[in-house]
């Protein structure tokens, strides 16, 4: 593969707790599909990396709950015809499910006041309108 992948900072994927598997990939590619185990499959156990910071792991471990067997998280690619590519291909992904995962949530939004002459403007324009429409009403016998 290219290198480590990072997932944010200094924290990459480390290569000993991936786990791969290869099986033939489903769709088009005539009598090459059916010789070749090109579809990979990329697991990373989740809750016993110690490649995490704690509070990442947490995190990670909550966001992605309805994703994770056993505390494992997985991910398919059978995109391309090469296994080689399919590889590459899984790895972003994992790395970009983590990163995502791993994120700080966002700053909770903090309700604002409206100001008044905001307020008062929005007002006197409905009631403009308010006028404007009853002035068409009546008045043509």
């Known amino acids: 593969m290219s290198g480590p992948h990072v997932i944010r ?3 990459s994927l480390p290569e000993a707790e991936l786990t791969w ?9 005539g ?3 059916n010789t070749t185990d090109s579809q990979v499959e990329l697991r990373f156990d989740l809750a016993r990396t110690e ?7 947490e995190r990670a471990l909550e966001r992605l709950s309805s994703r994770l067997v056993g505390g494992v998280v997985s991910v398919r690619s059978s995109e391309h015809r090469s296994q080689w590519r399919n590889r590459e291909t899984a790895l972003v ?6 990163a995502e995962a791993t994120a700080p949530p ?3 939004r903090r309700p604002k006041k409206v100001p008044r002459g905001i307020n008062e403007r929005r007002l006197r324009n409905k009631k403009a309108r308010g006028e404007t429409k009853r002035g068409r009403s009546g008045g043509w016998d």
């Open 93 to 98: 992904r994992m790395a970009a499910l983590l």
């Open 9 to 11: 900072g200094a924290v």
């Open 51 to 57: 490649a995490l910071p704690p509070v990442w792991k």
């Open 106 to 108: 966002p700053k909770p």
């Open 31 to 33: 009598q090459h599909v």
């Open 21 to 29: 598997r290869f099986s033939r990939s489903s769709g088009p590619g």
